[in-house]
């Protein structure tokens, strides 16, 4: 076995060319955690961010030497440190949280904690499990602070999007009456999902989901007294009307994920893998995503 593997970081951030593909030595998992070869990571717009010094200029990350990239990942697991119930050779999927850390998952190995990860269903294979992760616990994550629904009005913004797939659904088993925002080309995708469907929205809603992070255009279509909640932590609306605002911050979760992801495989949630690419091509993948208007995520093969 090698004793290194291939990890893509960025050391100055500066965009897509900033990017390097360094070196890592292998180290070995800790108690109750694992040690994952990866297969697949999907490129998120937050890495996007990360790569262009966003949280960098925010305060939120301060690494002495290099930055890493990739949040989602599926893969096989290599190694598994004492305290560990997942067998040696389980196809698991997971979220590595924060902003401040040297590793990620653009990488061919990762140590992550046992329960950040969940176990990969028959009848969806790795590239479509490493899409899941990041999306679809904010979706889920985005749930908890709504609430169940009780049929009030929910307007997802970004309905076409990756979290905002996953909200129609997810929404929908929470008992709201849904409706996607997004563009014409998108209707059929959203009405498929089962939700009403919009290209203009006005105000009045009970609760807005604001997946697009529209931020104070999204806060102004929510009813006196309604729901937002945002997904930009560094950018609250303030809370005016008796809007109650809510951000979420996506947390790993395994346990959660592990129902994420068999909801997928019976086909209940939507994959989508826009296309896949090796590591070394990252930085088209970054230049590909910025230009945005993609439905799917770029997938990136250590």
Known sequence: MSTTFRSAVVRTPGGPDSIEIIDVPVVEPG????????????VNPVDLAVANGVFHELGLIDQPDHTGL?????????????????????????????????YGTYAGQLIVSASDAALV????????????????????????????????SLLVTGAAGAVGGYLIPLAQDRGWRVTGLARADDEKFVRGLGAGFTT??????????????????????????????????????????????HVVVTEPDGARLAGLLDATASGRLPARVHAVVPLDEVAAAHVAVAKGGIRGRYVLQP
């Open 200 to 245: 203009e929205a006005a105000p009045g809603w009970d609760a807005v989901a604001d997946a697009a992070a529209f931020q104070e255009q999204g806060f102004a279509l929510v009813r006196d007294g309604g729901i937002f909640v945002g997904v930009q932590p560094g950018a609250v609306p303030a809370e005016t009307r008796g809007v109650t605002v």
């Open 121 to 152: 269903p028959d009848g969806i294979d790795l590239t479509t499990a490493a899409t899941i992760p990041l999306n679809g616990l904010a979706a889920a994550q985005m749930l908890d602070l709504l609430g169940d629904g009780g049929g009030r």
């Open 31 to 42: 108690p109750n955690q694992i040690r994952v070869e990866i297969a697949a990571a999907a």
């Open 70 to 102: 990739g949040w989602d990942f599926a893969g096989t697991v290599a190694a598994a440190g004492p305290g560990v119930d997942i067998p040696v050779g389980s196809r698991v999927a997971g979220l590595v949280g924060g902003f401040d850390r040297d």
